[in-house]
């Protein structure tokens, strides 16, 4: 049986070892957490959080099975010049979260669907660019 714990796990796996330039991306992910955690609290950049914030259920299907649907936001931190003039490493981040997202390198990709993405430079004490991916994974939960 699949749990939420299962499938954030296996997605901070699957990120941490499969995001990188020998994997095909332009990334190299160094840091993965769990939670909401602040830019200054990872201690390397390219880093990436992923938050689940919410689970739905969609559909009740046969006596204790569910169709449930995990809410996640992805948010990765990147560090920047002081004047902010390159955006471009951070749009090659987003893009390599989005691929995985899609790639049979995320465990989950069947059942995962993007729903916005946002991008930002600056707002925060350090020189950061960041991204936020809101995403959605659906799965069956058959026992309580």
């Known amino acids: 049986m699949t749990t939420r714990k299962d499938i954030i796990q296996q997605i901070k796996e699957d990120l941490s070892e499969k995001v990188n330039i020998a994997g095909g991306y332009k990334t190299d992910i160094v840091e993965v957490k769990i939670g909401v955690v602040n830019p ?10 992923i938050w689940s914030y919410e689970d739905v259920v969609e559909e009740q299907l046969m006596d204790d099975d569910l169709l449930r ?48 993405t946002k991008t930002n430079y600056g707002g925060v004490n350090i020189p950061v660019g960041y991204f936020i991916i809101f995403f959605d994974v659906d799965y069956y939960q058959t026992d309580f």
């Not at 990872?42 to 959080?49: E, H, K, Q, V, Y």
């Not at 936001?73 to 560090?79: C, F, Q, R, T, V």
């Open 40 to 49: 200054d609290k990872f201690t390397m950049r390219p880093a990436i959080g």
């Open 69 to 116: 649907t995990n809410k996640f936001i992805a948010y990765g931190y990147i560090d920047v010049t002081e004047d902010y003039d390159d955006y471009e490493p951070l749009y090659d981040f987003v893009k390599d979260i989005e691929q995985f997202l899609y790639s049979s390198d995320n465990r989950h990709t069947k059942n995962t669907r993007i729903l916005n």
